[in-house]
């Protein structure tokens, strides 16, 4: 869309993601999801969150075999295949991706964080101050610690909770998007 237009019918200026939402649609990270909306409040697929990865990367895409149940040719499928290429995401383990599969909270600071290794980017380290921090899985505490120490969930985690095992919505993605852009900008 055009630079200063804001074509989401369903997205609030008062929206407390309003500005990250302008943010990757401004910069081509995140398009809406058809008849000026953009469902902020919907929940990200796994295809979709590495879809807008890959597209912060500008990623050479490719397609991939190593997981059974990403459709070669679909809209996602070069991703998945750039990020398993990179080892930004390697799947369930099973053979499989889970593309339709909701990303949660947790699992996207995995991925941000593999993401920030892969490109050579240290993000900060630390401990997080979370509530219910026994929620956080083991194989992504170190992740969320990051990412909370970097200040990249500053808008999604509210009154000390990230409820971490929590479907990450199309607002929070373009939020946490917005602030490693900015990170990313500010380190270069």
């Given at each position: ?140 505490l170190e992740a969320v610690n ?32 917005m602030r490693f852009a900015k ?6």
């Amino acid at each position: 869309f055009m630079i200063g237009a804001f074509p989401f019918v369903d997205v609030d200026s008062g929206s407390r993601f309003y500005d990250a939402i302008q943010f990757v649609c401004e910069n081509g990270l995140m398009n809406g999801t058809g008849s000026n909306q953009f469902s902020e409040n919907e929940p990200v697929s796994r295809a979709m969150a590495i879809t807008v990865f890959g597209r912060l990367a500008h990623a050479e895409t490719i397609e991939t075999s190593v997981v059974s149940d990403v459709v070669s040719g679909s809209w996602y499928s070069p991703y998945v295949g750039w990020a398993a290429a990179n080892e930004i995401v390697t799947g369930y383990g099973d053979g499989r991706y889970g593309p339709d599969d909701a990303v949660t909270r947790q699992q996207m600071c995995v991925i941000l964080y593999h993401y920030a290794k892969v490109n050579g980017i240290v993000l900060a380290s630390g401990s997080s101050e979370y509530q219910a921090q026994d929620q956080i899985a083991d194989w992504a505490l170190e992740a969320v610690n990051a990412c909370h120490a970097g200040g990249l969930l500053d808008g999604i985690a509210t009154s000390n909770v990230l409820s971490p095992t929590q479907a990450m919505t199309r607002g929070e993605l373009a939020d946490i998007i917005m602030r490693f852009a900015k990170l990313l900008s500010a380190d270069l």
